[in-house]
């Protein structure tokens, strides 16, 4: 199995996905402990993550931290689209600065728009149902790939790091994949590591919520990371927690460095080893390892580093189309696009596919299955909050008491609701677009 992040394939089976590419999973454990966690958390539709224990800190803490996220324009923008957005938007309540990369050069080189083209179809239909949605204004920053400057020389002197045939095993790119569909990847490490730039407010954690399509691209961006960075705490084979220096040249200095660092934090059984580039700390214990490690990427920018974390993310699944298969723009009667009327909604939701029974009575006997049903989805991932109606819902469908129908037309009022109401947001929207763009 391959991760392809521009083939157009759907995901069944996301527990041997997160298994076979060493995601983690997004546990009870770990989201009970954000402040009221948003429905798409609560139902597991975020299924995986990696690194998430990093920004869990930075939350309990209140320390700073990030969140980024890019969007793609091609097409309009249907709920499949809106899912991270909702959670950007969550993540902004409590309490993360947004960044949000319009990528127009990966459009440009991947789906063959032109970066004007993608310009007004990224504000028309991507960014204004964005602000309609809720994003706030404050500490949000949305900019375009090819108009960032730190973007895309990151890009270029990343890219140091990575070689040819790593790119190919990772993307399968062969002799006749143009150029810009290469640097893509790295222009996309550059959207997710430059927010760790001085002045754009420094080294700290980032979250980066995707679709699991996406994965690729994250752990390029976590490798690329790592591979710059200066000092690396960890624990070796023979469990001893040490610091270890990552570049050949100035080696003395920074092992002095990080003596100091670590004697300013209180810790004192430290020996160096200049030959091995290490400074074991004997009075560390395993828990204080991510701290230490932040406090030495801190750090790293007065010694010339860049000092990125490594970013985390988290994975969420895909909507299912309403006919079935993966929702799409290419395929209209599949999705439902925010800028869709009410009508328009109405008529693909009496047309999806459910999981009720072939006849009536079947379904009075036996009941329909929610867990293959589009209309149940709709409700789960975006039109019902309260988890105990959602509950209702989903036993009556069970227990035979609930025919599609009227299960259709109800949600097909809450879809008019929805769409009026944005509609109408949208049109204010306008007025506040350059309070967002950079
Ligand atoms: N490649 C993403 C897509 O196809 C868009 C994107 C660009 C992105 N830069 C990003 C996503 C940074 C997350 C983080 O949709
Ligand atoms: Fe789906 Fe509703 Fe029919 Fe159950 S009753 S299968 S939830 S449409």
């Given amino acids: 199995m391959k991760i392809d992040p521009w083939s157009s394939s759907t995901y069944q089976d996301y527990t041997r996905l997160r298994d076979e590419f060493g995601i983690e999973e997004f546990s009870e454990n770990q989201w009970k402990r954000l402040p009221h966690p948003h429905r798409l958390i609560r139902r597991g539709v975020v299924f995986g993550h990696r690194g998430f224990s990093m920004i869990l800190d930075a939350v309990e803490h209140q320390k700073p931290w990030a969140i980024l996220t890019g969007l793609m324009p091609s097409g309009r923008m249907h709920l499949g689209h809106k899912m991270v957005i909702d959670e950007v938007i969550y993540y902004q309540s409590i309490g993360a ?56 020389d990151l890009a270029f002197l990343l890219g140091k790091k990575v070689n040819w045939s790593q790119m190919v095993s990772t993307y399968g790119f062969t002799g006749s994949t143009n150029m810009t569909h290469v640097l893509s990847p790295l222009i996309q490490t550059g959207d997710i590591l430059h927010v760790q ?6 080294v700290r954690p980032v979250l980066v919520p995707v679709g ?135 008529k693909k939701i009496m047309q999806a596919k459910t999981g009720g029974a072939v006849t009536l009575e079947q379904q009075k006997k036996e009941g329909g299955n929610p867990d293959a049903c589009m209309i149940y989805e709709l409700m789960l991932y975006h039109l019902i909050d309260d988890d105990n109606e959602l509950k209702t819902i989903y036993q009556s469908c069970r227990n035979g008491t609930q025919m599609c129908g009227m299960c259709k037309k109800k949600t097909a009022e809450l879809m008019e609701r929805f769409l009026t109401d944005i509609d109408e947001k949208r049109k204010q929207a306008d007025d506040v677009l350059d309070e967002y763009l950079e």
């Fill in 197 to 202: 730039l001085p002045t754009y407010g420094g």
């Fill in 97 to 152: 600065d947004v960044f949000i990369a319009v990528a127009d050069i990966e459009s440009y080189g991947t789906r063959g728009y032109s970066l004007k083209e993608t310009r007004n179809l990224a504000l028309d239909e991507y960014i204004k149902n964005y602000i309609a949605l809720g994003l706030k204004p404050e500490n949000c920053r949305i900019y375009f790939q090819s108009k960032n400057e730190s973007v895309k």
């Fill in 212 to 346: 699991v399509d996406q994965d690729p691209h994250i752990r390029l961006s976590r490798d690329i990371a790592q591979a710059h960075r200066l000092f690396n705490v960890m624990k070796t084979k023979d469990n001893r927690i040490g610091v270890f220096i990552k570049p050949d040249e100035h080696v003395a200095a920074l092992l002095d460095h990080a003596e100091d660092l670590l004697h300013a934090l209180g810790y004192h059984k430290l020996q160096r080893i200049t030959e091995y580039k290490a400074l074991y700390i004997d009075d560390a214990q395993e828990k204080d390892i991510m701290m230490l490690d932040q406090r030495f990427a801190e750090s790293e920018p007065s010694f010339d580093g860049y000092g990125f974390l490594a970013p985390s993310a988290t994975f969420h699944r895909f909507m299912t189309g309403l006919t079935g298969g993966k929702m799409s723009s290419s395929k209209p009667e599949s999705a439902i696009f925010l800028s869709d009327t009410p009508a328009e909604a109405k």
